[in-house]
């Protein structure tokens, strides 16, 4: 089979760059190894302050809306120790189960003329001096062959063939290991709030080079439903912490849970009702290489969830709209070239680096801080206007005040100069 | 050609060294010739390179480079998706022991890598799986039924993701192929070698031996070769056409094996003139019995002699002239072993009312495996724990009546195998029997004790250690012909023997099961219970073909070799040797990059 573009998975990183390429006029397949609508563990929330645009250009904003679970519109922050304040969204997040809204998604892609095929494991891209020429793997047992001008690996955390180009996230300062469950009887929620717990002080510090290294203390609690006893709580954990500590994510939530002040609060007579689930989630600093010759790589398989709260579905989204602009020129200068590729990276970057780059001093200089995190928590709560203030906007004015008083902090990022692997690379 | 030296391209020698006969000196100057940039890089300065996505973990390089500087790296396994196992665990420092706590390889008291020849094997490679296999078991199709299989034990799917890969059968399935065949052995030394006894681990000493070079010549008292595994091991449990199939490969690649050729004390010395070095493999053909009162009564027998009678079909005695009869009986056995099962399920095939199995040790510290335990029980059979046998009872002398046994208090394994027990006298019980089977140990004939601290006697198999099992038999045939072959040839080598190290595999080697593909597991047509104790057929079935690629497309490959460079000394051995053929490389140190 011969197509112009193959799209290897059809999550919303994957259905995205089918649909803007089909806009484009392309020939796409998009391919994925479940049938739709197929379970994904998550934390279920899209992005709406940065999605919502997205979801207008493919016609499913109202439809999203409609399958809403949940709509996120605070999020409380704790400091270390007691503090604690709530700062208000400006634009509400949404909790729909990835089951339903993924599918919403792939189906934009369809309607959008994208022939679709599932139940396709991709198992390895065909390669043609060093050029990536299609993909081959599995169909009903059998072996399959599907060769096109442009590949988009678009299949995930775990993805093989993207590791085949190099395209991988082991670091263990980036790559998380996340895990979340449903929980009942939690006490002391407010409907509509999310919780992220920063708390530097539970948790005896082993290692303090470590600690720096990684986002010390992410934990968060999203209510579920407005019955108010309910709620999905998780937290992810760097490799690199983990190891550090000899622990499990799970001894280490429990840890968390019975030892601080949040956990304590919120979780002293709450029972898990699902089992805790896993998943493996990395995540960069600023936008990796994306691209050879050939192909595109797209959302958590290039690793481009952003460093602090790891949301995945914006940058994988954007990557499709992106993805699909570079295309069309490639397709009308018949080049596909790596240098021409590139372009697709320099967009995307362009977009999220200086973002990604304020998540990294948000992780370093307030989430590891604990004097800077209770600053933040009790000069927020000393604002006249409180608790009108919204989340974003009094981050990126605190982030400003703090930069002007404190010359020893800088945005600029703690891992430089380590490759992928996590390793040093001035040796 | 630069000006630093002849240029001997290394995949040419013969051609250039034609041209430069004459001078044997500047061979020594050997260069290779990198084909991508035209540069030339001094011999010292080559490496040979393992591609990891291609390598099988087979091991014939590691177990053949000269210096030892190959080494297999255990990829990391993640686990913390449930999509990806059944068993997640969510800590990385757990993934990474897990890695290198052991390996399919390791755990072969063989040291036969099963990944190699499953690798081969999903490749459509069937004579190379074969041979790999044959190199270090020359009982394939006997390991592939009755193997304890410690490797299955230690697969890092079962341990990690869900079941593990179903070594054995694949082994069986290579094994029983018609079509495998084996190479002769071309003898090279002038050394002979006796060995005494055609068990597992005679044959394997033999094998080993012959493979090396020498004159091997078995000799075995009965009028079949085998040994234990026919006299013992019940046919329900191994086909006896599979012993015979391996055996007629032994002797088809040319092992020397004279049956009816029983060795006493003075055989044996002529031997030992004759020989240069004799390998006692006799085993340990005489069951232990427990003189307590009544042991003489018509109706208690040895293990051993019972097993032997029913699997020749004879009448069964204990010894000439006494026959009772069993039919319709109870039977007890006494012993807690793989032979106690194997003895229970052959006393309920062969008419037995109703057998109890009753064993002095308690839960897991029963010697028997656990699904033989299982196996037995699905078999309708009894099985008490914790008693000890204190008398054989009668009423009608010399008839037996029944057994009483008293509670057994405390319980301790030492180190060489022997039991430490205490019983409560007060607490008794007794049960019927018709007739009782002890299945307590066994031991090897006094004679051999004489050679213990003879240079040329060499002794493997049960007679060498208090392992019992078949591979750790023939693991120990091995190490005899290791032995022997170090003493004759004087060599210096690197210890075979021991288990190698596991090396963990960077980060970027990380296996991730859920990109595997996810197939419904095979499983062996095995009889049913109420089918199984009417016949001696064998229980457990082959694989088809499709359930045998379905197997080794499974296996997660999680181990590779890897050259350490600094070591290399480029001599291209493992390049020779590599039954795959694509996997090594010969490179400039420092990498290509």
């Known amino acids: ?57 493919m016609g499913i904003y109202e439809e999203m809306e409609k399958e809403v679970r949940y709509s996120s519109k605070f999020i409380r922050q704790f400091g270390p120790g007691e503090e604690e304040v709530v700062f208000k969204l400006e634009k509400s997040e949404w909790i729909i189960p990835r089951r339903i809204g993924d599918d919403i998604i792939r189906r934009a892609a369809v309607r959008e003329g994208a022939d679709w095929l599932p139940g396709f494991e991709a198992t390895e891209l065909i390669m043609k001096k060093g050029q990536v020429k299609g993909v081959k793997g599995i169909l009903n047992n059998e072996e399959m062959i599907i060769e096109a001008d442009l590949t988009v690996i678009a299949n995930g955390s775990h993805s093989m063939i993207g590791r085949q180009l190099g395209i991988f996230n082991n670091d263990p300062a980036l790559f998380m290991y996340a895990i979340r469950g449903n929980w009942v009887n939690v006490e002391n929620l ?39 006893t309910k709620a999905s ?11 550090g500590h000899g622990m499990s994510v799970d001894e280490y939530f429990n840890y968390w849970k019975e030892h601080s002040v949040p956990g304590q609060r919120y979780l002293k007579n709450a029972v898990n009702i699902d089992g805790m689930k896993g998943w493996r989630l990395p995540c960069c600093e600023k936008i990796e290489k994306n691209y050879a010759a050939g192909a595109f790589v797209i959302g958590d398989a290039a690793a481009s969830p952003d460093p602090c709260y ?58 590891g801080n604990r004097e800077v995190a209770r600053d933040l928590i009790t000069s927020t709560l000393a604002l006249p206007e409180y608790p009108e203030v919204f989340y974003g906007q009094r981050f990126s004015t605190y982030m400003k005040e703090v930069f002007a008083s404190n010359a020893k902090m800088s945005f600029g990022s703690h891992l430089e100069g380590r490759d992928r692997e996590g390793k040093s690379k001035t040796k | 050609m630069s000006s630093g030296g002849i240029n001997i391209d290394v995949k040419e020698p013969s051609k250039k060294g034609a041209a430069n006969s004459s001078s044997k000196k500047k061979q020594v100057e050997i260069v290779k010739k990198d084909f991508l940039d035209n540069k030339v890089v001094p011999l010292e300065e080559v490496t040979a390179e393992i591609n990891p996505e291609k390598c099988i973990n087979c091991g014939v390089c590691r177990d053949n480079c000269p210096v030892n500087a190959i080494a297999e790296n255990q990829r990391i396994i993640c686990h913390s998706c449930s999509v990806c196992t059944d068993k997640p665990g969510f800590s990385p420092t757990r993934s990474e022991e897990l890695a290198t706590e052991c390996s399919c390889t390791t755990a072969c008291p063989l040291q036969l890598s099963p990944q190699g020849y499953i690798g081969l094997a999903k490749a459509g490679l069937y004579q190379e799986a074969f041979d790999i296999i044959w190199a270090k078991n020359p009982l394939p199709a006997v390991c592939g039924s009755v193997c304890h299989h410690p490797c299955e034990d230690a697969c890092k799917r079962g341990i990690i993701v869900d079941s593990p890969i179903k070594i054995r059968d694949i082994k069986k399935y290579l094994a029983v192929n018609e079509e495998a065949n084996v190479k002769k052995y071309k003898p090279i030394y002038e050394e002979t070698v006796a060995i005494i006894g055609a068990g597992p681990a005679g044959l394997t000493a033999g094998h080993y031996l012959a493979a090396m070079g020498y004159e091997v010549t078995i000799f075995e008292g009965s009028n079949e070769a085998g040994g234990m595994l026919k006299r013992g091991i019940p046919e329900f449990r191994l086909d006896r056409g599979l012993i015979d199939q391996d055996i007629k490969r032994l002797t088809d690649a040319g092992l020397d094996i004279r049956l009816d050729s029983r060795i006493d004390k003075y055989m044996m010395e002529e031997l030992r003139r004759e020989y240069d070095i004799v390998i006692v493999a006799a085993g340990t053909p005489t069951s232990k019995e427990l003189q307590i009162p009544g042991w003489r009564l018509a109706g208690v027998m040895p293990a051993a002699s019972f097993m032997q009678q029913v699997n020749h079909g004879m009448q069964l005695r204990r010894h000439l002239g006494q026959i009772f009869e069993f039919q319709d009986g109870e039977a007890v056995i006494i012993g807690g072993g793989s032979v106690a099962m194997d003895a229970a399920r052959t006393a309920k095939r062969i008419g037995a009312s109703k057998v109890t199995v009753v064993s002095l040790e308690c839960g897991e510290e029963i010697p028997a495996h656990p699904w033989e335990k299982a196996e037995a029980i699905e078999e309708g059979i009894e099985i008490i724990e914790g008693y000890s046998p204190i008398e054989f009872t009668t009423d009608l002398f010399p008839k037996i009546k029944g057994v009483k046994f008293a509670k057994v208090t405390a319980c301790k394994k030492e180190a060489d195998g022997k039991i430490n027990f205490t019983i409560d006298e007060a607490d008794t019980m007794e049960v019927k029997a018709d007739w009782v089977v002890q299945a307590i140990g066994q031991f090897a004939d006094e004679v051999w004790n004489n050679y213990k601290d003879a240079k040329d006697v060499f002794f493997a198999g049960d007679i060498a250690s208090n392992k019992c099992s078949v591979v750790d038999a023939m693991a120990s045939g091995r190490q005899a012909a290791i032995d022997v072959d170090a003493l004759l040839r004087g060599r210096l080598m690197k210890n075979d023997l021991a288990s190698h190290e596991l090396e963990l595999a960077p980060v970027m080697q990380r296996i991730y099961p859920y990109n595997r593909r996810k197939v419904a597991r095979s499983t062996v047509k095995t009889l049913a219970p109420e089918e199984r104790i009417s016949s001696f057929d064998e229980v457990e079935g082959v694989l088809t073909e499709e359930q045998l690629l379905t197997e080794a497309i499974s296996c997660l490959g999680c181990g590779y070799e890897v050259v350490n460079s600094e070591e290399c000394i480029a001599c291209g051995i493992c390049q020779k040797l590599c039954p795959k053929g694509d996997v090594i490389t010969m490179v400039a140190k420092g990498g290509t990059k």
């Open chain 1, 233 to 243: 709580v998780g937290c992810c954990v760097s490799e690199g912490l983990l190891k």
């Open chain 1, 1 to 57: 089979m011969k197509r112009q573009v193959v799209v290897v998975g059809a999550g919303p990183g994957g259905s995205a760059t089918a649909f803007y390429m089909r806009k484009k006029g392309l020939d796409v397949l998009l391919v994925d190894k479940e049938t739709f609508p197929r379970e994904k563990i998550c934390g279920d929330a899209y992005q709406r302050a940065s999605l919502e645009p997205i979801f207008r250009e």
């Open chain 1, 190 to 228: 407010v409907p509509g709030t999310s919780c992220w717990i920063y708390d530097p002080d539970w948790m005896p510090v082993v290692d303090q080079e470590l600690c720096d290294k990684h986002f010390y203390q992410p934990m968060w609690i999203g209510c579920l439903d407005l019955e108010g």
């Open chain 1, 310 to 367: 790891y949301y995945g579905i914006a940058p994988a989204m954007f990557g499709g709209k992106f993805a699909a602009d570079v295309a069309e020129e490639a397709f009308a200068i018949d080049d596909f070239s790596e240098e021409k590729l590139s372009e697709f990276h320099a967009r995307l970057s362009g977009m999220f680096d200086p973002i990604w780059a304020q998540y990294v001093a948000i992780r370093k200089n307030i989430v």
